[in-house]
C-alpha cells in the first residue's frame, strides 16, 4: 500500500530552470494538493485539485502551474525557477472528513 | 479568508508534566486535523475531529473541538522525548481547501 509517492526527493536547480514535480495516490481519493513548507510558516497552499479535470489557486499560485493528469496523479511544474522557490514541497491527497496523506517530500535548492 | 493560527509556536517541555497546544481558526468548521511532524520527514496524522465536543485520545495525546469558540487543543499528558516533533493543526472549510497552522515545535528535556 504506497499511498503517495511523491518524485524527485531531492532537486538543484539553476534559476530560470524549469521542472516538473510528480505524485501519485493509489486511495482513489478525488482530491489532491500541492504545499510548501518554510521554516516559520507551516504549510501553505499552492494549488489543489478537488476531482479530476479541476484545478484552483492556493495561497501562493505564483510561479507555478498544475496538471491533474487523472485521478491519480497531479503534477506541479516550475516554468522559471527563482530563488524564492527554495523549499520543500509537499503533495497530499485527501477525502473529506478524514485524514489527508502525505508524500515523503521532495527539498527543492534553487541557485 | 481563513486563518489558522497555533500557539505557542515553540515549546520547551519537562518530562513527566502536562501542556497544551491551542489552535484558533477564524471561519465556521466542523472539521479540524492534527498531524505530528518529525525533522526531516513527512506529516503523519494524530487525530480527525469532526463534530463539535469531540475528543479524541492516543496515548499521552488528546485533542478536542469546540467550534463555537473555534478552538481546539491538543493537550499532552506527562511529556515524553518521543513526543519532540512539531504538530499542526488544520481545518478544512469547503470541503477541498486544507489550511494549515504554522506549527508548534514541541522539545521535551528530561
Known amino acids: 500500500n504506497a499511498g503517495v509517492t511523491q518524485t524527485p526527493k531531492f532537486q538543484v536547480l539553476k534559476t530560470g530552470q524549469s521542472m516538473t514535480l510528480q505524485c501519485a495516490q493509489d486511495?482513489?481519493?478525488?482530491?489532491m494538493y500541492w504545499y510548501r513548507q518554510d521554516p516559520g510558516m507551516g504549510l501553505r497552499l499552492i494549488y489543489y485539485s478537488a476531482s479530476e479535470g479541476t484545478t484552483d489557486k492556493g495561497e501562493v499560485p505564483n510561479g507555478y502551474n498544475v496538471s491533474r493528469l487523472n485521478k491519480r496523479e497531479f503534477s506541479l511544474r516550475l516554468e522559471s525557477a527563482a530563488p524564492s522557490q527554495t523549499s520543500v514541497y509537499f503533495c497530499?491527497?485527501?477525502?473529506?472528513?478524514?485524514?489527508?496523506?502525505f508524500g515523503q517530500g521532495t527539498r527543492l535548492t534553487v541557485v | 479568508e481563513l486563518k489558522v493560527e497555533q500557539n505557542p509556536l515553540f515549546l520547551s517541555m519537562q518530562e513527566g508534566k502536562n501542556y497544551t497546544i491551542y489552535c484558533n481558526y477564524s471561519?465556521?468548521?466542523?472539521?479540524l486535523y492534527w498531524y505530528r511532524q518529525d525533522p526531516g520527514k513527512s506529516l503523519e496524522s494524530l487525530f480527525v475531529l469532526l463534530s463539535n465536543g469531540a475528543v479524541k485520545q492516543e496515548g499521552r495525546l488528546m485533542a478536542s473541538l469546540d467550534t463555537k469558540a473555534r478552538l481546539s487543543t491538543l493537550h499532552i499528558t506527562a511529556a515524553v522525548h518521543d513526543l519532540s516533533a512539531t504538530y499542526f493543526c488544520?481545518?478544512?472549510?469547503?470541503?477541498?481547501?486544507?489550511?494549515f497552522g504554522a506549527g508548534t515545535t514541541v522539545t521535551v528535556r528530561a
Open positions: 497530499a491527497s485527501f477525502r473529506v472528513k478524514t485524514e489527508a496523506f
Open positions: 471561519t465556521t468548521s466542523d472539521r
Open positions: 486511495m482513489n481519493h478525488n482530491s
Open positions: 488544520a481545518v478544512d472549510i469547503n470541503d477541498y481547501k486544507l489550511s
